[in-house]
């Protein structure tokens, strides 16, 4: 399911049920009371048996998913007490924090327009091209005729990957290919940068 959909559904049961929201603080005390729930569960897979036992369900799968899922809904109620999207959130940290391939920038060299159409002539693994930081294209991998790169945006949030020949390769990135824009070489022979975006878009 979409998390907004999820979050819609989650409005949508309160209103059911006519519950009371409650601030994002009692929300978390809440999700502190499911978490000690989802503990329950896994104490008794291991014999532990509390006192009355009836009010206390044995360990299921569904069962454990469940209070899971209510530890989630408290934690999303929470959140949007305070008007965030933890999905959101969670989305943007994460390709925030594997965004160290980022990073190419910063150390990038200016490579001349000259450099660089003599580099897509010969292209390595590892060669990283850019236009203004705004998109990225890494060589991957070079064989006998085949160029493997990977595409992506300034966030690095998602890589496209393909695999050109020399020639189509040079079309698609050498000076004017596009009226406005143009790649130039930032990097030569990054081999760490493919494996990093390797392991994250491959
Ligand atoms: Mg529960």
């Known amino acids: 399911m979409d998390t907004k959909n999820l979050i819609g559904l989650i409005d949508r049961y309160y209103e059911y049920r006519n519950l009371t929201r409650p601030t994002p603080e009692q929300a978390m005390m809440w999700a502190a009371s499911e978490l000690g729930e989802c503990f329950d569960m ?9 006192n009355n036992p009836d009010k ?31 999905f959101e959130c969670l989305e943007s940290k994460l390709l925030r924090k594997m965004g160290e391939v ?15 159409a003599e580099a897509m002539c010969d292209p390595k693994a590892g060669d990283v091209y ?52 143009y790649v130039r070489l930032y990097h030569r022979g990054r081999t760490d940068l493919v494996e990093k975006v390797s392991k994250l878009y491959d």
């Open 42 to 50: 896994l104490l008794s897979k291991h014999q532990w048996v509390r």
């Open 56 to 86: 206390h369900p044995p360990f299921t799968q569904v069962g454990f998913g469940e209070e899971c899922g209510d530890l989630i809904m408290m934690l999303i109620v929470s959140a949007q007490g305070e008007g965030v999207d933890p």
């Open 102 to 116: 980022k990073q190419v920038e910063k150390t990038a060299k200016r490579y001349t327009k000259e450099e660089t």
């Open 130 to 181: 850019s236009e203004m930081c705004v998109f990225w294209v890494l060589v991957a991998d070079v064989n006998t005729n085949k160029v493997t790169i990977f595409e992506t945006s300034a966030n690095w949030g998602e890589a496209k990957k393909l695999t050109l020949t020399y020639e189509e390769f040079v079309d698609r990135y050498k000076y004017k290919s596009s009226s406005d824009y």
